[in-house]
């Protein structure tokens, strides 16, 4: 199944696709006219649609069915400090998104060893991961936010934070109600300051551990999402 990412496509018969991805679908893929591929809008809809006219700048498609993803879950955010290797970010990215994810925002903390993102690279592996995973839903991918921020923000749902210290929290297999909305807050490799946690419970976030092992910061996330996707199964 060939995907296209068409963010603005609408309900009307014809749709022309943009540029890259028409690139892609005529000249990469070699698609010609009557050929059926897909779209999704990355909002859960998935367009089946036929090529009627295979230019390779401005290919032009007809609609001939729309259909909703059907698997509709709890909504997940995870809120991350990036990794000062961006490749591992990014990883944590495309597996979240390819497991399922609603929302992810990049976390500046006290020990956050990188502290600038390129926003539109980790957007682009989130399409990417959407397509390859045949989904329709793009996780939102925020902007670098303060820790700060973060936790003063209102939030719809259970929130925790995942912590190294040894305060006897409680696995987040054992505190979490499927059906739950959910934020969770994973840290930077040197992990939240002692002060950060204080703050983060004060305003009523649940101290967890992901388990016994000492867990790199994007695989902490990837456990996190794989974990909540597992038990709302």
Aim: net charge positive.
């Amino acid at each position: 199944m060939n995907i296209f990412y068409t963010p603005d496509i609408t309900n009307e018969k014809t749709y022309t696709i943009n540029e890259s991805e028409s690139k892609h679908a005529i000249r990469v893929l070699r698609l010609k006219e009557n050929n059926i591929i897909v779209l999704v809008d990355g909002k859960g809809s998935f367009f089946e649609a036929i090529i009627i006219n295979d230019n390779p700048k401005k290919c032009e498609v007809r609609i001939t069915n729309i259909t909703k993803e059907s698997n509709i879950k709890p909504k997940l955010h995870i809120a991350i400090a990036p990794t000062k290797n961006n490749d591992r970010t990014e990883s944590f990215i495309e597996k979240c998104t390819e497991i399922g994810i609603n929302e992810i925002i990049p976390m500046l903390c006290k020990h956050s060893e990188r502290k600038k993102i390129k926003q539109e690279r980790l957007v682009k592996t989130a399409v990417s991961a959407m397509k390859q995973s045949l989904k329709a839903s793009l996780p939102n991918i925020n902007e670098l936010s303060s820790f700060n921020d973060i936790i003063n923000n209102p939030f719809n749902g259970k929130k925790y934070i995942a912590h190294c210290y040894n305060e006897n929290q409680k696995h987040y297999k054992t505190v979490y109600q499927k059906g739950e909305n959910n934020l969770i807050l994973i840290g930077p490799e040197g992990d939240f300051s002692t002060e950060e946690v204080k703050l983060a419970i004060d305003k009523g976030f649940e101290p967890i551990t992901l388990g016994e092992s000492r867990l790199r910061t994007e695989t902490a996330g990837i456990v996190a999402c794989t974990t909540f996707n597992l038990m709302n199964e």
